[in-house]
C-alpha cells in the first residue's frame, strides 16, 4: 500500500490526460486537438500545420484523430513544437514525428532533455516512470524566436524554473494576441533554495513572472486546458480573457512566492 503511494506520487498522472475531448475551434486558424486537460494546438496554414504538443505516450492517435475530424490531414504536420520537456507534454513526439515527418523544434535549455527521454531532467532525471522516448531536435530555439510557417508566425519566451527551456508561445489570430502558456508552476518537491542540479531556479521563475505580465494577452490558452478553465470555456466558446490570464499569473506567482518564503525559513 505505502509502496502503492509512493509510486502514485512519483508518477503524477490524472485520468482527464488521457481522456479523449472533442476537437474545437478556438480562433482564426487555432484549434483544440487535446484531451480533456492536455492542451495541443493545431496552427493550420495552407502551407501545413503546426502542432503544439505531442502529450503522453498514448495521445499521438488521439491527436490524429481530432486533426482528421477538424478536416485536416495529419501528415500535413511540418512542425511540431512543445510547452516544456516533460512526459505529459513531449512523449508522444518520437511517434509523431515517424508518421509526419515533421520538424521538432525545442527551446535550447530544454532540447538535451529531449534527447535524452528526460533523462538530465533537473527533479525527475533518476525517476524512470517520468522518461519517455527521446526524440531528434531539428531546430534548437532561443529566447523571442519566430517559428513561421504559410503566413502564420509564432513567437518562443523561454519562461524557465518548471523547466530550464519552458517555453510560452504568442501569435496573433486575427487582430487579436493567444498566449499559450508552458507552465509557471512548481511542482511537488521542487528545491528552489540551494538547489544542486538546477542553481539558479528561483531567479528563472521571477524572470518567468516578469515575462509574462509583460506579454499582452487577449486569448488565454496553456499546456493544460485547466490553466484557463478550459472545460468551463467552451461552453460559450469564447477564450478571450485577459482579466483572466492576468488573475492566473498573480496567482501563480503567488504561489512561487509563498513557496519561496516557506523554503527560506527553512
Ligand atoms: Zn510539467
Known amino acids: 500500500m505505502l509502496l502503492a503511494a509512493l509510486l502514485a ?3 503524477p498522472d490524472n485520468p482527464d490526460w488521457s ?29 501545413g500545420h503546426i502542432l503544439i504538443n505531442s502529450n503522453l505516450k498514448t495521445s499521438p492517435p488521439q491527436i490524429q484523430k481530432s486533426v482528421e475530424q477538424l478536416g ?5 504536420i511540418k512542425i511540431l513544437l512543445i510547452s516544456h520537456a516533460h512526459f505529459d507534454h513531449c512523449a508522444g513526439s518520437a511517434e509523431i514525428l515517424r508518421k509526419t515527418k515533421a520538424r521538432y523544434m525545442v527551446m ?3 532540447a538535451k532533455e529531449i534527447e535524452d527521454g528526460g533523462r538530465s531532467d ?4 533518476q525517476d524512470k516512470d517520468m522518461y519517455f522516448e527521446p526524440a531528434k531536435v531539428a531546430r534548437v530555439l532561443h ?3 519566430k517559428v513561421t510557417l504559410g ?3 509564432l513567437t518562443a519566451h523561454v519562461t524557465p524554473g518548471h523547466t530550464p527551456g519552458c517555453t510560452t508561445w504568442t501569435l496573433k489570430a486575427g487582430t487579436k494576441n493567444v498566449v499559450i502558456v508552458g507552465s509557471p508552476n512548481v511542482n511537488p518537491g521542487y528545491k528552489l533554495v540551494n538547489n544542486p542540479t538546477y542553481p539558479n531556479i528561483a531567479k528563472d521563475y521571477e524572470r518567468t513572472f516578469r515575462t509574462l505580465k509583460a506579454l499582452p494577452c487577449d486569448i488565454f490558452l496553456g499546456a493544460h486546458g485547466s490553466y484557463f478553465d478550459m472545460t468551463d470555456k467552451i461552453k460559450t466558446k469564447n477564450f478571450t480573457d485577459p482579466k483572466g490570464y492576468r488573475a492566473y499569473v498573480l496567482r501563480t506567482e503567488q504561489n512561487f512566492k509563498n513557496e519561496l518564503k516557506k523554503q527560506t525559513k527553512t
Open 9 to 11: 506520487l512519483q508518477a
Open 19 to 47: 481522456a479523449p475531448y472533442p476537437p474545437f475551434h478556438i480562433a482564426a486558424n487555432v484549434y483544440w486537438v487535446g484531451s480533456k486537460d492536455l492542451g495541443a494546438y493545431l496552427i493550420a496554414t495552407p502551407k
Open 72 to 76: 485536416f490531414r495529419f501528415k500535413d
Open 108 to 110: 535550447a535549455e530544454d
Open 122 to 125: 533537473f527533479q525527475y532525471g
Open 143 to 145: 529566447d523571442n524566436d
Open 151 to 153: 503566413g502564420t508566425t
